[in-house]
T-cell receptor, first 113, second 116 residues
Framework: GNSVTQMEGPVTLSEEAFLTINCTYT??????LFWYVQYPGEGLQLLLK?????DKGSNKGFEATYRKETTSFHLEKGSVQVSDSAVYFC????????????FGTGTKLQVIP | DARVTQTPRDKVTEMGQEVTMRCQPI?????VFWYRQTMMQGLELLAY????????DSGMPKDRFSAEMPDATLATLKIQPSEPRDSAVYFC??????????????FGPGTRLLVL
């Protein structure tokens, strides 16, 4: 079956530090990959996505590249801000008619001034 | 700016009571998902609808939970009778299938349920 593994949190960084949150996946076929972000007290919202190998998703300074050879989709940002403090979820959606998304367990990021 | 709405935002109830949570998906979306989020279990899929038909409710305790879509603008999740272990945040999400891959789910703000 499908699975997503992401690094355990919490991750605590100083403002302007470089961020990497690792994500690896197991899936059949050619899944689409996502990063969702959840701010305190809110639902998840899409941060970025990639639908095929070697695609790079980017948004708000965050980037992730779909690496089929290493089955990874690591999230990076060059300079984090306090406002980036949130929980980040890696997720995959298998191709085909069934729209069930498999989510990772989430990684909490705390950015301190 | 279209959004998924959920009511109530917060619910406190006593064990044994019925709880009904409502969700209005984004107009034009044809998929609806119900998730439960807890610290211990993370995000769990409870039910999934496409074009108002239930396609997967394998994650839902059948004896006390039920999910329906009486029309395209309303999805409901009921718990009867509720138990303290049902305390969690329940999210509804909607989306639109295209067959092209990469379909995004749009989450509502959640219903925070506390069962005493």
């Amino acid at each position: 079956g499908n699975s997503v593994t992401q690094m355990e949190g919490p991750v605590t960084l100083s403002e302007e530090a470089f961020l990497t949150i690792n994500c690896t996946y197991t899936a059949t076929g050619y899944p689409s990959l996502f990063w969702y972000v959840q701010y305190p007290g809110e639902g998840l919202q899409l941060l970025l996505k990639a639908t095929k190998a070697d695609d790079k998703g980017s948004n708000k300074g965050f980037e992730a590249t779909y690496r089929k050879e290493t089955t990874s989709f690591h999230l990076e940002k060059g300079s984090v801000q306090v406002s980036d403090s949130a929980v980040y979820f890696c997720a995959l959606l298998n191709s085909g008619g069934y729209q069930k998304v498999t989510f990772g367990t989430g990684t909490k990021l705390q950015v301190i001034p | 700016d279209a959004r998924v709405t959920q009511t109530p935002r917060d619910k406190v109830t006593e064990m044994g009571q019925e709880v009904t949570m409502r969700c209005q998906p984004i107009l034009g979306h044809n998929t609806v998902f119900w998730y439960r989020q807890t610290m211990m279990q993370g995000l769990e899929l409870l039910a999934y609808f496409r074009n108002r038909a239930p396609l997967d409710d394998s994650g839902m305790p059948k004896d006390r939970f039920s999910a329906e879509m009486p029309d395209a603008t309303l999805a409901t999740l009921k718990i009867q009778p509720s138990e303290p272990r049902d305390s969690a945040v329940y999210f509804c999400a909607s989306g639109r299938t295209s067959g092209a891959g990469g379909e995004t789910q749009y989450f509502g703000p959640g219903t925070r349920l506390l069962v005493l």
